[in-house]
């Protein structure tokens, strides 16, 4: 086991970046498997005022910590970081944070008791330890641990050893325990069957103890330490308290009195926290597998969550159930019956600052669960995006409201002014008897726009579909694969792999326009009158339009030729119609719309490395932005055509969506910039300081 030279780049948006606001993902989830959710920050979070409850769980090869507030006058403005709440380093709260150190999927992260680290772990079974409360979260120690995926990791009191299970594989153990700062070994544990272990818990005082959960042999195995060493017949001791399964979950309460377990086979153990001998044993608490427990602040009443899509709180010294909530039923809107939708099966929970309970289910879904603490009267459900963002559109002028689309079909519309998600969109024709919230049948969702009062979104199942609302009741058949579309006033042309479709009023009113070349980014002028089309031969076609239907309302005006060395990628026109900047793989180029001249030409901006995949103007026309593929955000003046603003690291996986709010806001829009990637996160910078400071307007 080596200690492996660690990587502080690009682990997160970079502290000097205009962000004041993020909307980020939910936690990513396998059925059957626990979700890890740690909500205790800390004893300097606990402390501080300032620190809003928040809960940590990952998201793919991301850790996220998202800050759980449910006063909406609490809540951060998308227009200015929170001037009462402070983020992990004390600058001001922009809603949460992103973790972007790991190169494998993250299984299990855990804070140490002051709430300055973070212990994290991965598929690859790599444990990485870094400054949770330092402004650039630098990395202190990498090591590999376990030959597999690690499954769950616990401090000690002290925050000087770090115990963590998981698949063993072909090596001989599937729990550690080392040392913090160096890696070492500082005991031998107990292996379960078949290499596999499912959690860990250690005792938070003296004399210590570290209990592991195996994932296979429903048992639990006892150690005394350091140096740490199994305890075996000592009579005392009770390893197999569960019938049959997986261990899913172990942990003590505060004072380390006691330790609770919890499995596949719905029971609820509780040992003495010292001797480690069974206290009790409270059978049937839920009806299915139980996926995770927790302990409430005073150590009293255990907090589990399971399948049957219950959270229940249990009094541990009586072993009754104390509370519970139906969070199913108030996921499904209703009567679950039987059998409990795959989307609301609940596989994580914990408790957060305050000793606000909160669960996830298989759907990724948060619900902050009703409590004395919280004054709720029903569980608020937080929601968003479970896979990556592919597409994004702002709601009609003044409305504060943006859409977003993802990678498995889902449609979130969110609040412009707070960054909260108001809901998923749901689809009338195809009932989501499974709450998974997936509107284009699980396909990948290519382009969103807003037309009409309607919104409009295209998807790899071949359809277009329209939502009024949040509601879905409207689709057209596409005879080929829908790529991305455009919109005017009136009018959207849809750009599939085969052609160009229009569409006016929700419904058809062309046939499939097959072109001598394959169409890689369209434009629709405001008036619906004019239509640019960039092709796979690096040129730019240029079509009127016109206003009667027929089978091919398009005439060929100009051709733009030699403007790029790339196929273009995107086009946008400013908002006086005036400019076209143009994309492709490196360059963004700037085109006169009258004369079709260069104002920008090729090799000038230059500075992307991959797939340019958005544009936007400002609502003044006078600045364009640019997404690509390579993380980075680009800010260009026309005026200014040797300067330029980078924000490097936007998003991890590429820039999918871009956009100045502008009149889509009631106020205060017209510098602030909405990014949407592949990370699943929605960012929202006010690069009015920057962009007025380098191109002096």
Known sequence: MGVDAVDASNSCVPPTHPLTRQSLPLPTASRGEPVFLDGDAGRLSEIDDAKAPCVMYAWGKLIVVREIDVNDDGMASTFSASSTRTGPSGAPSTGGFVYRGHSANVTAAKFNPAGTYVASGDARGKLRLWAYDHEEHLPKLEVQVLAGPIRDISWDSEGRRIVVVGDGMQSPESAKVIQWDTGVKCGDLGSHARKKGSSCAFRPCRPMRIATGGGEDASVFFHKGPPFQRVVGDGVV???????????????????SMLASVGTDGSVCFYEGKGMGLITRVEKVHNSSIFSCTWNRAGSHLLTCGADGFVKMLDAKAGTVASEWDVARCQSSGETGDKVPQGTMLLGCTVVKGDMPVSVGYNGQIAVL????????????????????????FGPPGANTLYTADTDGVIVEWDGATGVARGRVSNVDDEDLESMGKVHAGATVSSLTFSGGALYSAGWDD?????????????????????????????????TVEGLVLVKDEELVSEMIRLPYTATAACLSKDDSTLYVGGDDCNIY???????SGSNPLGESHVIKGGHLKPVQSLALSPDGTKLAAADVRDVCIYDTKDHSNIVSKGRWCFHTQRIRCLAWSPDGSVVASGGNDDNIFLWCPTKKTKRVHYRFAHRGGVKGLGFVGSNATTGGEWMLVSAGADGCINWWNVEEDAKKKFGL
């Open 542 to 548: 240029i079509y009127g339009v016109s206003s009667s």
């Open 238 to 256: 009770s390893e197999k308290c569960h019938e049959r399964g997986a261990v899913h979950s172990l942990r003590y309460n505060r004072d380390g």
């Open 370 to 393: 009703a409590a004395a603490a919280n004054g709720l009267d029903e569980p608020r459900i937080i929601t968003g995006h479970q896979a990556p963002i592919s597409a994004m559109t």
């Open 463 to 495: 359809y277009v579909r329209t939502t009024h609302g949040r509601v879905c009741n409207g689709k057209l058949k596409m005879d080929a694969q829908p790529n991305a579309m455009a919109c005017g006033t009136n009018s959207i042309v849809v750009m």
